[in-house]
């Protein structure tokens, strides 16, 4: 299996469209367009994930003008994205089809494949304890990482052929939820990676 898009290519910079934020605030917020090809046999849906992996640990750092984020301090996953469910049919993700703006406190209502489900992402603790902004961010939030962060960002979008036709997650569920439920279920797993940077020294 192989997925690619047109919004980006494997590897390069994502354009700032397809993030939540740039250097002067919140962003477009679109979901980038992402293809697949050569899925198995006995595929009944897909799920879909995507993960920057390069998110500081320790958060009193982040954003702050007197110091950098160092390159070499231990990272951690960030979910901007987790979606299953989605039917064995389709091939194709439009860019925008599933988010277009950043909506504080998240989406009141979310847009994507017929039957999908998309849970929470990370953005939910992120701003947990942010009077202005707590909420439950549900479906894709893209890339906002540090203006001083030492590391370009990379977002790794993964997708699994499932041998189920419906994931057994319910509710406000997580990647990490996913990511247990799927265990014995994935046929095949491809994905297709971007970086981000709002650090003007590294773009």
Not at 18 to 28: H, V
Not at 94 to 109: D, H, I, T, V, Y
Not at 112 to 134: E, S, V
Request: glycine share 10%; proline share 8%; with cysteine.
């Amino acid at each position: 299996m192989k997925v690619s898009s047109q919004s980006f290519d494997n590897g390069q910079p994502i354009p700032v469209e397809f993030a939540a934020g740039d250097s002067t605030g919140f962003a477009a917020n679109r979901n980038p367009q992402l293809a697949w090809s050569g899925v198995p046999e006995g595929t009944r849906s897909f799920a879909l994930i995507c993960v920057d992996p390069d998110v500081p640990t320790v958060p009193e750092l982040v954003g702050r003008d007197d110091v950098t984020v160092p390159l070499d301090q231990p990272r951690c996953d960030f979910i901007h994205w987790v979606m299953v469910d989605i039917p064995a049919s389709l091939r194709e993700i439009a860019a925008g089809s599933c988010s277009e703006g950043f909506s504080p406190r998240g989406k009141p209502r979310l847009a994507g494949p017929a039957g999908a489900r998309q849970g929470l992402n990370d953005y939910t603790a992120w701003f947990a304890g942010n009077a202005d902004m707590a909420g439950s961010y549900r479906g894709y939030d893209g890339p906002y990482p540090p203006f001083n962060d030492a590391r370009v960002h990379r977002y790794f979008f993964r997708l699994f052929a499932l041998d189920v036709e419906r994931l057994a997650v319910n509710g406000d569920f997580t990647a990490a939820d996913v990511q247990r439920a799927m265990q014995g279920h994935v046929l095949a797993e491809a994905a297709v990676h971007g970086t981000y940077t709002l650090n003007p020294a590294l773009g």
